[in-house]
């Protein structure tokens, strides 16, 4: 989400900027654009990324620059937050953000919570949940829950019908988002684009959640706790 930040201190500028007293001065607005994406410019050394870009806009505008110096001084300290924020702060996607919300809502779900695992698209897990079905989220998340037990799998068939009862587990999986496609002029066909599966030990008592979503046409294992 670091555009989406930039933007806003663009903006923010801009904001500034506007509400300044200015000398007349050609090209101003795009010398000052020019100024904030200096950041983008910048030096590693060893472990350490030095603004480049700014430093020399600095320099230039201090040697070169007869009108607005002011303003473009608060413009590259503007454009400093940029880079301070490209260079120390994670980047967060949006989905992280939503996935970030759903973790939460299902850890309020538990007294005691022993582990929260996230996964991307491409991660090694989603392959392999895929080893015996790669449709059923039933299947993928009783496969995933077995293979972190050290319990050995026999066939799919086992998995359906067998193990609940041979591991004395508790086995559910409901839909909790699904959209419609319109098959003709008159009706139209639902089909899940969201999963969550649920496991109780009876033996034990621990229960274990997983999220599935599909994307791209791809059912994908999105978090397990």
Not at 7 to 31: C, P, Q, S, Y
Not at 127 to 151: G, P, V, W
Not at 156 to 170: A, I, P, R, T, V
Request: aromatic share 14%.
């Amino acid at each position: 989400m670091h555009y989406i930040i930039l933007i806003a201190i663009l903006l923010l500028l801009t904001v500034v900027l506007l509400t300044k007293e200015k000398e007349k001065e050609n090209f101003f607005w795009g010398k000052i654009l020019i100024l904030f994406s200096t950041f983008l410019l910048s030096l590693e050394i060893g472990f350490v990324r030095i603004p480049l870009g700014i430093i020399i806009a600095f320099i230039l505008v201090i040697k070169f620059s007869k009108y607005n110096r002011s303003l473009k001084h608060l413009t590259l300290l503007f454009s400093l937050v940029g880079f301070m924020l490209i260079q120390f702060v994670p980047s967060t996607e949006l989905n992280d953000v939503l996935y970030s919300k759903e973790i939460y809502n299902q850890m309020d779900r538990f007294e005691t919570i022993e582990y929260v695992k996230i996964f991307s698209n491409d991660a090694v897990i989603q392959e392999k949940i895929k080893k015996y079905d790669e449709d059923s989220t039933d299947i993928m998340f009783k496969t995933y829950m077995l293979m972190e037990n050290d319990i050995s799998i026999k066939d799919k068939d086992w998995l359906l019908y067998d193990s609940h009862d041979e591991l004395n587990f508790y086995w559910q999986s409901q839909t909790t988002e699904s959209e419609k496609i319109r098959t003709s002029e008159t009706s139209s066909r639902s089909y899940g684009i969201a999963w969550e599966d649920y496991i109780r030990d009876n033996n034990t008592g621990e229960e274990y959640i997983g999220v599935f979503k599909r994307e791209n046409d791809e059912i994908y294992v999105k978090l397990c706790n």
